[in-house]
């Protein structure tokens, strides 16, 4: 069974950039992987997802153009470069894998195994 950890998240001022990181315990090598986010108080919400061999990524529409969701299979660690960010990108930042690796999918119930999550805030 797949676990996951994120890493990287912190405080930062609108403008800044932050990498996440997220290593996994077990093979993951063919699993899809995904970044979601829940703010406080709200649902949880579509950020990245990325195929088993890195070759199509998708976005949530409200992060497209400033996120770049990566991964490297040797390392067992997916990443997600934040740019330009948003106070309103505040919230905790999950990974999760996708044990189909037929498909990657931005919904959440896809997802087989999930990370703990990383706080990241976002100051004005």
């Known amino acids: 069974q797949v676990q996951l950890v994120e890493s990287g998240g912190g405080l930062v001022q609108a403008g800044d950039s932050l990498r996440l990181s997220c290593v996994a315990s077990?093979?993951?090598?063919?699993?899809?992987m995904g970044w979601f986010r829940q703010a406080q108080g709200k649902a949880r919400e579509f950020v990245a997802a990325?195929?088993?061999?890195?070759?199509?990524?998708i976005y949530g529409d409200s992060v497209k153009g400033r996120f770049t969701i990566s991964r490297d299979n040797a390392k067992n660690t997916v990443y997600l470069q934040m740019n330009s960010l948003k106070p309103e990108d505040t919230a905790v930042y999950y990974c999760?894998?996708?044990?189909?690796?037929?498909?990657?999918?931005?919904?959440?119930?896809?997802?087989?195994?999930w990370g703990q999550g990383t706080q990241v805030t976002v100051s004005s």
């Open positions: 990325i195929s088993w061999n890195g070759g199509l990524t």
């Open positions: 999760a894998a996708d044990s189909d690796t037929l498909v990657v999918t931005p919904e959440l119930s896809e997802y087989d195994t």
């Open positions: 077990g093979r993951t090598s063919t699993h899809a």
